[in-house]
């Protein structure tokens, strides 16, 4: 599936949901194309619809005495369909991925960023989601670039909304235009919503071992065994199955630090490069999210007293993670901040390479952007990127940005290179003004 250079990824992301509904519901083959072509004629999907907007307006140019028939790929029988939708969140996306593997039914909006640190350069695509990935949180997606990623994966930190689509209404006729009965719902289809879901770390529903509670739990490695859990007194009054499974057990955030009395360990060993976001817990093990890291002075008492959430994946080796999007907010979180002594050390304006001690030479420039500025439109700490009026470009970005055009602030012209002696303090570290 190709949409070009149109703004109709909703309409090819809703041919390619229906179509496989049919298919897997009824055993009715139509072809996507076909479809494709029908949503763009009975709807205005050019300007890159709403996922509701397009589907209401399906339903709508099938009312009022008027049908959208879809011939199937025999040309033997044609069907009108209207549709229902229900809002998913992305757990509840990841289930159904996970249950429906490879047959999932539901359009997913997600962000994709086009390059450059600026908030407004984010933009969102909607593609089909068909199946889920088993080792991880992450959702895979039919796309319709063509040949440019096929298929794509979402995680919670690109996920947007999602809408599951079913059939509310069917009616199909003969080559003749004669109604016949509306094909039994499919064994596979109805197989599918019945089965028993996998039980992985990402979907289990387990309880807290301390307070038996569901909400905001995180899992562990557990060694608890059916018969240990039975033999031992604080468990005998407790459903094992409940609190274990598949060599996993569950704490809530109240409970988190008292995993090792029950012989718990973290799923996966916490390391610098898996942190969340300390301030909006998006990141971390199995996420694509860019995390800046820090050092830090919080102990791990500060952390248990001031934040919530696991402490391993907020808080490993004296190291915190940001995102880009608060990575402005360091200083609330007693990060030390490496502040560039002089203009060479900056780091790219465009896309945050270089920096102080990081080996990728940058190019300073006169710069107009103030701090306010920079605070409403660009992430990153303001420190690391402007200094006495100057910003700078890595090497791929001095050559390839338009030197004409007003990008980022810049000044250019005659004096658009920077002094080449200008320092800071000697020291290598400074915590932020």
């Known amino acids: 599936m190709?949409?070009?250079?149109?703004?109709?990824?909703?309409a090819y992301a809703f041919a390619q949901v229906l179509t496989r509904l049919l298919r897997l519901a009824h055993n009715i083959a139509v072809s996507e194309k076909e479809l494709v072509a029908m949503v763009k004629t009975f709807t205005e999907c050019w300007d890159g619809p709403e996922m509701a907007d397009l589907i209401e307006a399906w339903n709508a140019s099938n009312q009022y005495g008027r049908s959208i028939w879809i011939e199937d790929v025999d040309k033997v029988t044609r069907v009108s369909v209207t549709l229902g939708v229900r809002t998913l969140d992305f757990r509840a996306l990841f289930m159904h991925c996970l249950q429906f593997q490879g047959w999932a039914v539901a359009m997913v909006?997600?962000?994709?960023?086009t390059g450059g640190y600026s908030l407004n350069e984010v933009e969102t695509h909607v593609v089909a989601a068909s199946g889920a990935f088993p080792n991880r949180p992450a959702v895979i997606a039919a796309n319709s670039w063509g040949a440019k990623d096929p298929l794509v994966a979402i995680t919670r930190a690109t996920f947007v909304r999602a809408l599951l689509v079913s059939i509310?209404?069917?009616?199909?006729?003969?080559?003749q235009g004669d109604p016949i009965p509306t094909p039994a719902v499919s064994d596979f289809y109805t197989s599918?919503?019945?089965?028993?879901?996998?039980?992985?770390?990402?979907?289990?529903?387990?309880?807290?071992?301390e307070c038996s509670s569901f909400m905001k739990v995180t899992y562990y490695q557990s060694q608890l065994s059916r018969a240990t859990w039975q033999d031992n007194a604080q468990y005998a009054t407790k459903n094992f199955d409940e609190y274990v499974a598949d060599g996993c057990c569950a704490f809530c955030i109240e409970h988190i630090n008292d995993?090792?009395?029950?012989?718990?360990?973290?799923?996966?060993?916490?390391?610098?490069?898996?942190?969340?976001?300390i301030e909006c817990g998006q990141g971390g093990f199995g996420s694509d999210l860019a995390i800046r890291h820090y050092r830090t002075?919080?102990?791990?008492?500060?952390?248990?007293?001031?934040?919530?959430?696991?402490?391993?994946?907020?808080?490993?080796?004296?190291?915190?993670?940001l995102c880009l999007r608060h990575a402005h907010l360091a200083k609330e979180h007693e990060v030390f901040v490496q502040i560039p002594n002089s203009l060479a050390e900056l780091r790219c304006i465009h896309c945050g390479r270089g920096g102080k001690n990081s080996g990728v030479q940058t190019y300073p420039y006169k710069c107009t952007l103030s701090r306010d500025d920079w605070m409403e439109d660009?992430?990153?700490?303001?420190?690391?990127?402007?200094?006495d009026g100057y910003c700078a470009l890595c090497p791929k970005h001095n050559l390839e940005l338009n030197l004409q055009a007003p990008?980022?602030?810049?000044?250019?012209?005659?004096?658009?290179?920077?002094?080449?002696?200008q320092h800071r303090s000697p020291d290598d570290e400074a915590t932020l003004p």
Request: negative net charge; contains cysteine.
């Open 407 to 421: 990008l980022h602030g810049i000044v250019f012209g005659g004096e658009s290179s920077a002094p080449a002696q």
């Open 168 to 175: 509310d209404t069917l009616e199909v006729r003969n080559g």
């Open 259 to 277: 995993a090792e009395k029950h012989d718990a360990r973290p799923l996966r060993l916490a390391t610098i490069s898996s942190l969340r976001c």
């Open 109 to 113: 909006e997600y962000s994709t960023r």
């Open 297 to 321: 002075m919080l102990s791990r008492e500060d952390f248990v007293r001031e934040y919530t959430g696991v402490l391993e994946d907020y808080l490993v080796d004296g190291h915190i993670g």
């Open 2 to 10: 190709q949409q070009g250079d149109f703004w109709t990824c909703s």
């Open 378 to 387: 660009y992430y990153g700490v303001f420190e690391e990127f402007l200094m």
């Open 192 to 209: 599918l919503l019945q089965a028993d879901l996998p039980r992985t770390p990402f979907n289990l529903e387990l309880r807290c071992i």
